[in-house]
């Protein structure tokens, strides 16, 4: 299973982009989907995750800002970020969780630079 981020870039605070976290060799609709993000000097930490019924939980400073989807047809989970903030500024990275025996998968990141 390959995880595939892109649409990450540079955008002016308030701006949006749309990230998209494609699968291939595997598929995500049985599987609750993550964004995770690395800021330079910090730890990883979780931003937001969908379940494979589509239920959403987003961290505290991403809520009302940051939408998770998915588009199970398309194998293609997608975060769209509103209101953009430097803080918000990392390598977002997206993760397929395990499920019974099944490992997790990890996507390679893409960068998001939010100019204050």
């Known amino acids: 299973v390959q995880l595939q981020a892109s649409g990450g870039g540079l955008v002016q605070a308030g701006g949006s982009l749309r990230l998209s976290c494609a699968a291939s060799?595997?598929?995500?609709?049985?599987?609750?989907v993550g964004w995770y993000r690395q800021a330079p000097g910090n730890k990883r930490e979780w931003v937001t995750s969908?379940?494979?019924?589509?239920?959403?939980d987003h961290e505290d400073s991403v809520k009302g800002r940051f939408t998770i989807s998915r588009d199970n047809a398309k194998n293609t989970v997608y975060l769209q970020m509103n209101s953009l903030k430097p803080e918000d500024t990392a390598v977002y990275s997206c993760?397929?969780?395990?499920?019974?025996?099944?490992?997790?998968?990890w996507g390679q990141g893409t960068l998001v630079t939010v100019s204050s």
């Open positions: 993760r397929r969780f395990a499920l019974g025996k099944d490992r997790d998968y």
């Open positions: 060799g595997g598929t995500f609709s049985r599987y609750a």
């Open positions: 969908i379940t494979s019924g589509g239920a959403t």
